[in-house]
């Protein structure tokens, strides 16, 4: 009878199932029939499509994927145009912001027409779908999560991401919900089957009359005991098998039971609460999209206090009613089975459960000891803190190029025997979770590399002694890091800010706690506390470092993270002193100002101050009384070392007025010290060279106030040290006339060089001094005799390999002179004397030729200076200053040039080629300037140079670049020396103008990689000033760089907005644009919208950003025809031959401007 039973019921189960899921189709169904048509058979469903891919209409998603499914399936799947609609779709509902607005009942049938249609981007849609719902979930209002969950549940969506995302909201909300939405609810879990206990919870929030879910508790054990012959039904036992099975309840039950005799003649005494009458019929509620079924107060769940549910059936059946229960009622009677296990009777296999328990006991007790031992054998093979042993390069080659994050810090011979600080392996467990090792490496042994034995400190340019502590990728250049002073906390987070920049929000996590360092690194605490157990920590590690070494490895170059915290604030000042100047309100001082212009004049190369200079002398360009004068000394000192040559010599001029009209005042105060008057000095020794001693900047005062200064230095310079007296003749370099005339100031300088000479022990305390006199070459000119002869003496003083120290420095000058009476000039033949003399002649001469040739003459006579050039040329300087002059001459030949001309400048390049070791590097970049002026692209020059320039400034690289461009030369040695020079970190020392220019001469040379261009504008949006708009040159060199790499935007990433934000600068400026400049930045922008992936980002551009795109394109300098420098030179070397012969041809038409 059982099985029977049990049989019939597992049938009824399928059947209803079936019926269930049929009721789905039909609901699908009916909405397909309910939605809107927009074309079906025809092709307006897919120019529909078309339309709704460029312009996404999420209204129109249901709709439209259900007329797809109308369609013939193979034909509709291979269609390129769905595949736009659906990745258009992806990309879109990706925001919940755009499924808000259509109903829940939409968004689920939505889900389930994407999964019918059988495309892989109709599946990725609906995952898409339920993982923006489900991650919304906890941002919404009950209402709408519990329309989610009954709409889902209706269409039969089963994606557990969801339901467990709705199990967790519906747990943890605090929202009152009516008795309706309960019941709902939990028949939406029920039917999705998802194992969540949930349903007390929900009950007891949501009963109208506040009882909680114990109240509930409470009233399930306290149902009346069913009387004696009734029919009940085996509910929430333990033992699944025996639930459903219908018995009568008999007399003679133990105390807080009841005795059940089952149909099998088996006796149970089972507990009240889980017994129920046999007229209790299962309650199966559906709630519409947009408002809950309405439950009727007769039914429910169950009744409580009654023990028992009325239902619309009046008699019992048992075959009907166990055999026709449904799957979901299963699920959902297996589910309170769970909730009241406690109810349940003991299980009957207790042996099965003693051997679990067995077992639990047995992991636990040889589970530590198994745990400790693998874990002691991992940090044996794999410690916290690698102590990488001296001159293994393989071990530091992983470390810095293995593709890897590491935290290394730098060792020497005696830390590294040392316990590593606690500082560091306290980051070493924060790192590890993260995947970043930490290494200890000696930084300072040398190492075998392909260029020979070379320490780290050498190959990356870091200091040359500890403490230095520096982050890796894995690949590129380190980053230095700043660790004095940091926990172990701060010193990860700076670690995973630099290794990962994308996780650099973990800095956030490590915020100020008690007992912790706040914002400024001091303790947040009373002053005079300190925890016992910082003291202990701190006692620890100062006996575990060894004497001499404590901390050594925690310090490190700030430089990198200065200069973007410098740049914050000082565009921050910036914009405070801008408001000040509008609005006055003695929130900023003068005092604020000069300490701001000495610290950025002491450092003027850490960021760029030109914005700073022009906005302060605006502001103080009528407010120099504010400042004292020796402030204001002090301020035009460090003001000049922020400026560029030139470029401020007007606000330099009235600054000096103004110090020479308190000079009595000052003089009087005695506030005149050396260091002041060397300042001043400065000032006045560039101003005179900017203005070239003419007005308006150059008057009577400022001569009469250098006079002023140099008569009290006079004085003074007798107490000047020797780099102080070296400044002063750099500064005071001046012709032998300005010391002629200022003989006190020269005989004051001779005779404090002679007593440095005989008080110091060491020369090298002079060198500085002696290589500064041969600046001032008509100083030892105007010296009398008696002057020169002290000075031979002081020298003659020192031994003797002092004295040939000073005969090396002084050798060609006229400074020789105090060496004459040393052995080596007695030693010296007629024969040298004769050569000396020989090629002083030729020297001579050959700068009489330079002389003679800067004057006006034609090209014609280019031949002649070339010729005299080869010949009177001995040293490769000669050689170098002779192509200088002749390459504009060769670029105005052009195309003119004879055969001569181009041999003999082809020799001139070969003899700089073969001396290019001993030429500086600017000297190699002169030359190659001057070959690509003249349009001579001389290869081993070239190549030559390359070699000899592995180590140049980042300015000298780009100039270089350039030259190469000029010429198209793309020489295989190229590639490798620009990435040599980004792997050491060049870009970091230009501006944003030279960082374009790199990037445009590079992708002229097709040199750079796509990692290379993207590298260079990171770096060039960091450095962009957003105060001073970019100039036209500028952008537009950015801007030709990217069209010719084929740049195309990042997903996700604002580079695209800063390039339209730089064209929006340029067009609010109304600066003019020159014809090539507007055309570059027109080719840029039809190049990014040609390719489908950068007009996609250049569609989320804001409208006004995209309006200034458009300008772009539509300007009408821009359409202009371009022409070639060549063709204009062709151009008019033509015209010059007709109106030499006299005669002009009426078809050739010479144009009026450049570009007709």
């Not at 026709?324 to 309170?336: D, H, I, K, L, V």
């Not at 290794?499 to 100020?512: F, G, M, R, W």
């Amino acid at each position: 009878m059982t099985t029977c039973l049990r049989t019939l019921r597992f049938g009824n189960c399928l059947l209803k199932l079936a019926v269930r899921n049929a009721a789905a189709t039909s609901a699908v169904q009916s909405l397909r029939s309910s939605l809107p048509r927009t074309g079906s058979q025809d092709a307006g469903l897919w120019d529909v499509l078309e339309y709704n891919s460029h312009y996404f209409n999420p209204h129109r998603m249901a709709p439209l994927l259900a007329q797809v499914l109308e369609e013939p399936r193979s034909e509709a799947r291979g269609d390129a145009r769905l595949h736009a609609y659906l990745q258009k779709a992806i990309a879109s509902c990706q925001l919940y912001h755009n499924l808000q607005l259509i109903t829940c009942k939409e968004t689920a049938a939505a889900i389930t027409f994407c999964r019918q249609v059988g495309h892989p981007a109709a599946e990725e849609l609906s995952d898409v779908i339920v993982a923006t719902v489900s991650e919304e979930l906890s941002r919404l209002d009950m209402r709408r999560v519990s329309f989610y969950i009954t709409a889902f549940a209706k269409y039969n969506i089963e994606d557990s991401r969801f339901w467990k995302s709705a199990a967790r909201v519906v747990a943890n909300t605090s929202e009152p919900m009516s008795q309706q939405v309960l019941v709902s609810l939990m028949d939406a879990f029920r039917k999705s089957g998802v194992k969540q206990e949930i349903a007390a919870d929900m009950e007891g929030r949501a009963s109208d009359d506040g009882s909680s879910s114990e109240g509930f508790k409470a009233d399930t054990e306290s149902l009346e005991e069913p009387p004696c012959g009734s029919l009940v039904v085996l509910v929430g036992l333990r033992q699944v098998e025996l639930n459903g099975l219908v018995g009568t309840v008999e007399e003679g039950g133990p105390e807080g039971r009841v005795a059940v005799r089952l149909g099998s003649g088996q006796n149970l005494a089972v507990r009240p609460g889980n017994l129920r009458l046999a007229e209790v019929d299962a309650f199966d509620a559906d709630l519409n999209d947009d408002s809950p079924a309405a439950l009727s107060e007769d039914a429910g769940l169950r009744a409580r206090k009654t023990g028992a549910c009325h239902c619309t059936r009046s008699s019992f059946d048992p075959l009907n009613q166990y055999g026709g229960r449904s799957n979901s009622e299963a699920t959902f009677e297996e589910e309170y089975a769970r909730a009241n296990k406690d109810l349940d009777e003991e299980p009957a296999n207790l042996q099965q459960r003693k051997t679990w328990l067995s077992l639990i006991f047995l992991v636990l007790i040889v589970g530590p000891a198994m745990a400790t031992f693998f874990i002691t054998a991992k940090d044996w093979a794999d410690p916290l803190v690698r102590v990488v042993p001296p001159g293994d390069s393989k071990q530091v080659q992983d470390i810095f190029f293995g593709g890897n994050a590491w935290l290394v810090s730098c060792v020497t011979s005696k830390t590294a025997a040392a316990k590593a600080p606690s500082v560091l392996q306290g980051a070493a467990e924060l790192l590890r979770p993260r995947g970043v090792r930490v290494a200890r490496v000696h930084c300072w042994e040398p190492l075998e590399t392909k260029k020979g034995l070379r320490s780290l400190a050498q190959r990356f340019g870091f200091r040359d002694k500890p403490p230095v502590v520096m982050a890796t990728r894995g690949q590129g250049s380190p980053t230095l890091l700043a660790a004095t002073g940091l926990r172990a906390e701060a010193l990860a987070a700076k670690v995973l800010a630099a290794v990962i920049p994308e996780e650099s929000a973990t800095l956030k996590a490590y915020t100020v706690r008690e007992g912790s360092q706040g914002r400024s690194g001091n303790r947040v605490e009373r002053v005079g506390k300190r925890p016992a157990e910082q003291t202990e920590e701190a006692t620890k590690d100062d006996a575990e470092a060894p004497p001499g070494h404590v901390d050594e490895e925690e310090e490190v170059n700030l430089d990198l993270d200065r200069e973007e915290a410098v740049r914050v604030l000082l565009t921050q000042w910036l914009l405070r002193l801008r408001k000040e100047k509008e609005n006055p309100t003695g929130a900023i001082s003068v005092q604020q100002i000069l300490s701001l212009a000495v610290s950025l004049g002491l450092n003027p190369e850490l960021v760029n101050t030109a914005v700073f200079a022009r906005d302060v002398a605006a502001y103080l360009s009528n407010r120099l009384d504010l400042l004292r004068t020796e402030e204001l000394i002090v301020f035009l000192w460090a003001f000049r070392r922020l400026v560029l040559s030139q470029s401020s010599t007007a606000f330099l001029s009235k600054g000096l007025h103004k110090v020479h009209q308190q000079w009595r005042l000052l003089v009087a105060s005695a506030e005149l010290s050396v260091q002041r008057l060397v300042q001043l000095s400065d000032v006045l020794s560039c101003v005179k060279a900017e203005a070239k001693s003419r007005a308006p900047y150059w008057t009577d005062k400022l001569e009469e106030l250098q006079e002023l200064v140099i008569q009290d230095l006079t004085e003074s310079v007798q107490y000047c040290q020797p780099e102080v007296l070296a400044e002063i003749l750099e500064m005071w370099a001046g012709t032998q006339e300005f010391w002629q005339s200022h003989g006190d100031f020269a005989q004051a300088i001779t005779k404090r060089m002679e007593e440095l000479l005989l008080e110091c022990i060491d020369l090298q305390e002079v060198v500085g001094l002696l290589q500064a006199a041969l600046a001032a070459p008509g100083l030892i000119s105007t010296l009398p005799v008696s002057g020169v002869k002290a000075l031979q003496a002081a020298v003659l003083t020192r031994n003797d390999e002092d004295v040939e120290r000073v005969q090396a420095i002084f050798a060609g000058s006229t400074w020789e002179v105090l060496c004459q009476g040393a052995p080596a000039r007695e030693m010296s033949g007629a024969s040298t004397a004769d050569n000396s003399s020989t090629a002083e002649d030729k020297a001579s001469k050959f700068q009489a030729l330079l002389s003679a040739w800067q004057q006006p003459r034609t090209d014609l006579e280019l031949v002649q200076f070339l010729r005299d050039a080869t010949t009177l040329c001995n040293e490769p300087v000669e050689v170098l200053q002779a192509l200088e002059a002749a390459a504009p001459f060769a670029e105005r030949l052009a195309a003119g040039a004879t055969a001569e001309v181009l041999q003999l400048l082809e020799k001139l390049c070969q003899s700089i080629a073969q001396a290019a070791p001993d030429l500086t590097a600017d000297q190699l970049g002169g030359a190659l300037q001057a070959c690509a002026v003249a349009g001579l692209p001389h290869a081993p020059l070239f190549s030559a140079a390359l070699d000899c320039m592995t180590e140049t400034s980042a300015t000298r690289a780009v100039e270089v670049l350039e030259s190469f461009a000029k010429l198209r030369l793309a020489l295989p040695e190229l590639l490798p020396w620009l990435r040599m020079l980004l792997e050491e970190g060049a870009e970091r020392q230009l501006s944003a103008n030279g960082l374009a220019r790199l990037l445009a001469a590079a992708a002229r040379l097709g040199i750079v990689e796509a990692s290379g261009v993207d590298h260079i504008l990171k770096r060039l949006l960091t450095v962009a000033s957003p105060i001073r708009p970019m100039s036209p040159e500028t952008l537009a060199a950015v801007c030709l760089g990217l069209t010719l790499t084929n740049w195309t935007p990042r997903a996700g990433q604002s580079d695209l907005w800063e390039v339209a934000r730089w064209l929006r600068s340029i067009k609010r400026a109304k600066e003019s644009q020159a014809p090539q400049h507007a055309t570059v930045l027109r080719n840029f922008v039809l190049r990014l919208l040609m390719s489908p992936s950068s007009r996609e980002a250049a569609s989320e551009l804001s409208p006004e950003l995209q309006e200034v795109m458009v300008d772009v394109v539509c300007s009408a300098s821009a359409q202009r025809r371009v022409v070639s420098d060549t063709t204009l030179k062709f151009r008019h070397e033509a015209a010059e031959v007709l109106r030499t012969a006299g005669q002009r041809w009426p078809e050739i038409r010479l144009p009026h401007a450049q570009g007709s």
